[in-house]
């Protein structure tokens, strides 16, 4: 009859955080099917929740380049390049022929809409203000008009021969 044994598994502090980092793997490093060092250069920008901020990034620039790149900025740029990386990927890949640059000449385009549009308001506005003094300047004529007139008939209705 075999004896039963129990066996007790000591792990080391370095062994139990690869354990836990294994299971807790970044976007990047599941996607590559690796292990995530602790000082994964993916980890803080491309979380394990997220895994297609990282496929898309992979998919236009390729993981050793987005690595190299973030390796190459200061710590507290990291994040925007990150976020740059992700969007422009993301835009390559919804319209791959121009990209970000399509959204920005649809941008652009729209500006110069509300520009024109915003001209032509502007214009409107300075047409109904003009027309608005010139009434204004008429009612005002008429008023002194009318008021000198009905002083001059107060004279000229008062009898002469007293």
Avoid at 32 to 43: E, G, K, N, T, V
Wanted: proline share 5%; glycine share 4%.
């Amino acid at each position: 009859q075999p004896k039963s044994y129990t066996r007790f598994f000591v792990l080391n502090t370095k062994d139990f955080e690869n354990l836990i980092m294994s299971s807790k793997r970044c976007a990047a490093c599941k996607q590559l099917r690796r292990r995530c060092p602790s000082d994964c250069i993916f980890l803080p920008y491309f979380p394990p929740n997220n895994p297609q901020r990282f496929s898309f990034v992979h998919r236009i620039y390729g993981a050793s380049n987005v690595g190299k790149l973030l390796q190459q900025v200061q710590e507290h740029q990291r994040a925007d390049v990150a976020d740059s990386l992700y969007y422009e990927a993301y835009c390559r890949i919804k319209s791959p022929v121009y990209g970000c640059v399509g959204i920005i000449s649809i941008l652009h385009q729209e500006v110069d809409r509300l520009e024109r549009e915003l001209a032509k308001v502007q214009a409107e506005i300075s047409l109904v203000k003009g027309q608005t003094q010139i009434e204004g300047h008429s009612a005002q004529g008429q008023q002194v008009e009318l008021s000198s007139s009905s002083f001059d008939l107060s004279i000229i209705t008062t009898p002469w021969f007293y």
